[in-house]
């Protein structure tokens, strides 16, 4: 379990089916998701991510929770080979949980975890360009625009936008030490 200051990062249990999937199927929230996250999201959706969620060791998938509730999830894909020591950076949270700063502080909480537990020294997020709700909590979190790929991700309706790429280092400054 991992504490954050306003919510809490914490191993998937079997009981999270039901707010899993009434979170996930939610068009706005998979809006810029890739295409890897189903739409819909249903119950089978669910009961696949936390047969894998659940055998996580070391835990890599949290689920995100904020006043007791299920508010979303967040996690880290480790790397390997030449990337070793690095990994992908990714997170949803459910739409009512949006605009109280829940996410900021789930990548912050995930990131001190990454570069002390884990050892890691590079984390890395792309983003659809459009979904500036989200490239707002990678930079509250640290994280810093590296570069824009043209023409990378193709939104659910089909359009074709351009994905930015994000990346913390373990030897960045803590925003948390730096805004308090």
């Known amino acids: 379990m991992l504490q954050g200051t306003i919510c809490t990062l914490r191993p998937y249990r079997a009981g999270d089916l039901e ?22 999201y249903t119950r089978t959706d669910g009961e696949r991510w936390l047969a894998i969620a659940l055998l996580d060791d070391p835990p890599n998938h949290f689920a995100i929770e904020a006043a007791g509730a299920f508010a979303g999830a967040i996690g880290i894909l480790p790397r390997s080979g030449e ?13 009512r949980f949006w605009g109280r700063g829940i996410a900021t502080d789930a990548a912050r909480t995930l990131a001190r975890h990454a570069f002390g537990s884990r050892g890691l020294r590079r984390l890395e997020a792309s983003v659809f360009v459009p979904n ?5 909590v990678l930079e509250k979190a640290g994280f810093s625009l590296e570069g824009r790929m043209r023409a990378s991700y193709v939104e659910r ?8 790429l994000y990346a913390r280092l373990a030897t960045d400054p803590d925003p948390d030490a730096i805004s308090g």
Do not use: K, N
Not at 83 to 95: D, E, K, R, V
Not at 132 to 136: G, I, K, Q
Not at 157 to 164: E, K, P, S, Y
């Open 19 to 40: 707010a899993l999937v009434e979170a996930a199927d939610d068009p706005e929230v998979t809006r810029w998701m890739t295409a890897g996250f189903p739409h819909p």
């Open 83 to 95: 990337h070793h020591g690095s990994a992908i950076f990714g997170y949803w949270l459910g739409q």
């Open 132 to 136: 500036v709700a989200s490239v707002r």
């Open 157 to 164: 309706d089909g359009t074709v936008c351009d994905a930015l």
